[in-house]
Structure formats: C-alpha cells, structure tokens
C-alpha cells in the first residue's frame, strides 16, 4: 500500500503542475500586477498639456473617483481605445485625467484633433516620463482607477476596449464610485 | 584568380566583417572611476526589463529599460547605494524587476523547491535501494553442479 502510494507521487506532481499551467493559459505573460496598488498616486509638478503656462500638481486632480489614462501620439493601440474613452467620459461621465507620456505637446494636440476630440478633464504633459516612471508604467496605454482618497486600485496595462470595460474596469469602478471594497478591484 | 572571383571573395569577407557590426543605440555615460563603471552594469544586469521577456537592462533596447538605465545612473550620481537603488526600483515595478527577489515567505518555493526536490528525489532512491532483497546465501557444491548443468541444457 506504501509503495502504490509513493508510485502515485510522480503523477500526482504531474497533475498539480499541470492544473496550474491550465489556470494560466490564456493569461498574458507580459501583464504584471502593479506595485503601487493601495498606494496613493505619485507627487508631481508637470505642466498641463493644453495650457502650458499652467503647472499642475496632485492638488489639482479631481476629488472624486477618477481615470488616470497614460497615452502617447506615438502609441498605436492608444489611437484605437480613443474612442472608447470618448464614449465613457461623454456618455457615462466618467472622469478621465490623460497622462501624455513621452511625448511631444504639437504631436499630441494633433492625435487629440486627428481622432475627434478630447476625452480628458486635465492632461498632464509627462514629458521625460518620470511620472510614469514612478507610477510603474512600463508601456502604453495603461489606465489605473483612482479612488475618493487619490489611491490606486485597479491597474490595466492594455486598451480600453468595450468588453474590457464591462469585464474589468466597471465592475471595480462601480466599487470605487460606492466607495466600498471590492474583489473586483486589484485593491 | 580572375577579377570576378577575387571581387566575389573580398565582396564576401566584407560582408561577413559588416554582419558582426551591431547599430543599436548605445546609451553612453559618463563614469568617474572604473569601479562606479562596475557597480553600474552589474546594478543593470540584476535588473529585468519589465516589458521585455527576460531581458535585463544591460542587454535590452526598449525604451523603458533605457529610461531605466538613466535613472539607475542618475541615482548613483545622487549618491544612492545598490539597496537604495535596488528598493527604489522594487517599490515602483514590484519583485518581478529584480533577477535576485527577496527570500520571503512568498518567494520560498522558487528558492527552496529545487533542493527540496533534490532531496526528496534522494531520499526516494535511498529508500528503494534498502527495499532490495538481500544478497542469498552462495550455492554449495551439490548445487552448483545442478546449475551447471541446467545452464548447460539451455544453451
């Protein structure tokens, strides 16, 4: 009976290793969990994209649960979640606060008018990147939920599609908005 | 040798010595000891790329692992030591961006699992061995004989 089961031992480590790949198909090897999740958003001194002469700090972001969406004219999927960020901040009033990271300010203002408009309430022109730095951004477009307290609790690394909204974003958001605590979120 | 093929032939060793050129982007800074030198590549080669598939910083050309670069050697111009750097780095990009993660309860079994495989794997074969049946007493001479002759009979 001892030895059946030290037999089994092998197959047994076979299916747990097994199982646990299976759980992880499907899941983007290159999505990390963000480390400034809990923790309040950056300080920062940066001007505003569209007004240059005006400097904006963390005083000036909304008081309210908010979007922070990281974006460039340089970035290809950021064209393609334009849309979909229009739709949220002009149909369902959700606030968006627009990082333009590592980018240009004419090569932005062209995006802005290039795809129909400007879903933003603020942009903070992240010039040299040291606020994505410190936010952890690795790429864009990331968007990160921030709630009433100017914490962070949710951290998308990738488009906001439709369905990623309704499957990810909301549910969290929705949450935030409540201000109750959520599996939904990341935090 | 003809033209063509002396043409072909340095033709081909030139092409061969441009293959080995390299022109990616080189981030250069400046160092004032060879010893800051160093501590810079080795701090940039424990340090992953988060965007890349396992690449460190030494070896990648993205951008974020050149804006990491820069605020690497930036931070050591300030003054910061290797775990100020290393802490600053983690605190922002999580464990993941660090090729040496933190012995914690949570990174136990990526740093204990192979030895204790290994010592498992040992343990196992150990105790199989002394499950053998014991060596049986030698044959006697009557014995013998009789297995010689049924060996003799198969052949």
């Known amino acids: 009976m001892n030895k ?20 992880r198909l499907g899941s983007n090897p290159q999505e990390l969990p963000s480390a400034r999740l809990g923790k309040p958003l950056p300080s920062f001194q940066l001007h505003a994209l569209l007004a240059p002469n005006q400097v904006l700090t963390n005083a000036d972001l909304p008081k309210q649960p908010f979007l922070l969406n990281v974006w460039a004219s340089w970035c290809p999927s950021c064209a393609e979640e334009h849309q979909a960020l229009m739709a949220l901040s002009k149909e369902q009033q959700v606030v968006i606060v627009g990082v333009n990271y590592k980018d240009e300010p004419a090569a932005a203002q062209a995006f802005l008018t290039k795809h129909g408009g400007n879903p933003y309430q603020q942009i903070i022109a992240d010039v040299d990147g040291n606020l994505g730095l410190d936010l952890g951004v690795y790429g864009a477009p990331e968007t990160y939920i921030v709630d009433q307290q100017g914490h962070i609790r949710y951290r998308l690394a990738g488009v906001v599609a439709p369905e990623v909204w309704q499957q990810q974003l909301w549910p969290c958001y929705q949450a935030v908005l409540q201000q109750r605590e959520s599996a939904a979120c990341q935090f | 040798m003809s033209v063509l093929s002396r043409l072909t032939q340095v033709l081909s060793v030139l092409l061969l010595v441009l293959a080995t050129q390299a022109w990616a982007a080189i981030d250069v800074y400046q160092f004032k000891t060879p010893e800051e030198e160093a501590r810079f590549q080795s701090l940039i080669s424990e340090l992953r790329c988060p965007k890349c598939q396992n690449q460190n910083l030494a070896g990648s050309d993205a951008g974020i692992a050149h804006d990491l670069k820069t605020r690497t050697y930036q931070l050591m111009k300030e003054g910061k030591s290797d775990n100020e750097i290393r802490q600053y780095m983690i605190d922002r990009y999580g464990e993941f961006i660090t090729y040496k993660p933190a012995v914690k309860s949570s990174t136990w079994l990526l740093w204990f699992g192979p030895f204790v495989l290994l010592v498992l794997v040992a343990v196992i074969l150990i105790w199989r061995h002394r499950q053998q049946p014991t060596v049986t007493a030698p044959l006697n001479p009557e014995e013998q004989a009789r297995l010689a002759a049924l060996l003799k009979r198969t052949d």
């Open chain 1, 4 to 23: 059946k089961l030290l037999l089994a031992l092998p197959l047994l480590a076979f299916l747990v290793l097994a199982g646990i790949l299976f759980s």
